[in-house]
């Protein structure tokens, strides 16, 4: 009997217990650095000359792992595999697929420490980041397979006289996913799982970026007992596979999470029936964010101050929820902003692969590092550079954080003085870059929320219950958040998606999340 659904729980790293494992860990995954991850298509595991090299952002040199490189050839056959194994996998037994779910989950929930450290090593994530990625994995593989049990049979209908009525969820046919290097585990995972789970067959293409712990996800499902060919391993580059991935009339839906520009080029494609297409194309899309944390003249500027922090540096600052910008009342304008520079300040920079627990580690590649420059840039030009600045310059305000010279590290930056009409203020700039704006009052602190083309999360920092209560009807974002940080949705305790330019709002996490990956039959027999 299964029990009841909770959100796995963290470990402190401060504890001798979990600090010992998680060095044993990355011990154990630098022995295995540099092997060769092959693709999968159907049963066959294929290896090809050129190969995506996946290195350390803390240490460019160090490869992490050589993983195959597929062709367009490769993409193809990967479609005819998925659409044949479909005709099999689709009348599998609902709670027979969420067994592979549980089984995959109770693996990973094994080797917690393990999976954890190989994100330290391919994307830089701090340990506790890490071991909240890997939870978060398995939260998505306990929840959704609970969801399919709950969806698997006959549907609740209307009883008619004279009539036997039913309503079932079939899957759709062939998806393609398409996950961020981000959340190269948790998202990666529950993109997938979920189209699985619900009877559809996939072709995976990872983010070139973190495509070994997406091999390692792969190798899970193998374990837990997945069929060949429900689930396709094609890496490689988007502009080649991507496009033929989305454009091939074998593809029924496209799960996509990344940036703005390449969703809008999914929405379009799939919009587009190619020859030889029956269906309409689904797309389910997460496209990023510029999210705010405003904080009124009644707030707690000390648990706002906080907020602010671990939302806008955690991780680099490399989350699509993360706080990019602070809108500040006039009134606690500089309260709050000496408490956010003074809490940044203490926040610690380097490898996270090595033996002292860093909350900071390097952005993922060199070209996000020269994206992040060319904003600090723009930033001293549109206001004023309190903390931070380009790395381990002379310059640099005092306090802020000497990086080390090897590998993609930025040290938190904090740039004041903005107008809402700023490059900084607008962009989405995926970096430990901090925006801080001023607002004369609470209504024009909301204006300024809801000017930015996105819509994902937020947070209003307040002791005015009518403000709070305006803010839950106003502040225009799919997670919405009051006098806490804006980052760190928990599976089914905040089910995840944006609104405008943030995506279609699919709500990853949340108990409508499965039924984008299926479609509704009603039967009716005459008795």
């Known amino acids: 009997m299964l029990t009841p659904y909770r959100p796995e729980p963290y470990v402190d790293f401060t504890q001798a217990g979990p600090r010992e494992a998680m060095l044993a860990a990355l011990k154990q995954v630098r022995a295995q650095l540099g092997q060769r991850y092959p693709l999968r298509i159907g049963d066959k595991k294929i290896d090809t000359p050129d190969t995506i090299d996946s290195v350390m952002p803390a240490d460019p040199k160090t490869v992490v792992g050589h993983v195959a490189n597929a062709t367009r050839d490769h993409a193809e056959a990967a479609l005819r595999v998925a659409t044949e194994t479909f005709k099999t996998w689709s009348r599998v037994d609902p709670e027979t697929r969420a067994r592979v779910l549980f089984k995959a989950a109770a693996i990973m929930r094994r080797r917690v420490y393990e999976l954890s450290a190989w994100m330290c090593f391919e994307v830089s994530k701090s340990w506790l980041e890490a071991y909240a990625d890997t939870c978060e994995t398995i939260d998505f593989l306990d929840f959704y397979g609970r969801e399919m049990i709950r969806l698997g049979g006959p549907q609740a209908v209307t009883p008619y006289p004279g009539e036997d009525n039913e309503l079932r969820y079939i899957p ?26 619900a009877g559809n067959t996939v072709v995976m293409k990872p983010a070139s970026t973190s495509p070994v712990i997406a091999a390692k996800m792969v190798e899970i499902f193998e374990e837990a007992g997945l069929p060949a060919g429900v689930l396709n391993f094609v890496p490689g580059p988007g502009g080649a596979i991507g496009d033929t991935l989305v454009e091939s009339p074998l593809t029924r839906f496209v799960s996509f999470t990344g940036s703005k520009e390449v969703g809008l080029r999914i929405f379009e494609k799939c919009g587009k029936v190619a020859p030889g297409q029956r269906w309409l194309k689904r797309s389910v899309l997460e496209m990023g964010g510029k999210d705010a944390i405003l904080v009124d003249e009644t707030a707690d500027i000390e648990a706002a101050a906080e907020g602010i922090t671990a939302a806008a540096f955690g991780f680099q600052g490399q989350k699509c929820s993360a706080c990019s910008r602070a809108i500040l009342h006039k009134d606690v304008y500089s309260a709050v902003l000496e408490r956010v520079i003074e809490r940044t300040k203490k926040l610690t920079i380097g490898d996270t692969t090595t033996a002292e627990n860093f909350f900071m580690g390097a952005v993922i590649d060199q070209k996000a590092y020269k994206k992040t420059c060319e904003y600090i840039e723009i930033g001293a030009k549109e206001g004023r550079i309190v903390l931070g600045g380009l790395p381990n310059a002379a310059n640099s305000p005092a306090g802020t954080q000497r990086v080390p010279a090897s590998g993609y590290f930025i040290p938190p930056t904090i740039v004041e003085g903005l107008a809402r009409t700023s490059r900084i203020a607008c962009e989405e700039i995926f970096a430990p870059v901090l925006g801080v704006l001023k607002c004369s009052s609470f209504d024009e602190g909301l204006e300024i929320v809801n000017e930015s083309e996105f819509g994902l999360t937020g947070s209003l920092f307040s002791r005015d219950r009518m403000r709070i209560e305006r803010a839950r009807h106003e502040f225009h974002v799919g997670n919405f958040y009051i006098n806490r940080k804006c980052t760190g949705a928990l599976v089914d305790v905040q089910p995840f998606g944006g609104f405008n330019m943030s995506g279609t709002d699919s709500k990853a996490g949340g108990r409508d999340y499965l039924l984008l990956f299926l479609q509704g039959k009603s039967i009716t027999e005459r008795l």
């Not at 996913?177 to 189209?195: D, E």
Request: glycine share 12%.
């Open 172 to 197: 759709l046919g062939v998806g393609v996913v398409i996950p961020p290097w981000n959340f190269p585990l948790a998202i990666t995972t529950g993109m997938t799982s979920a189209a699985i789970v």
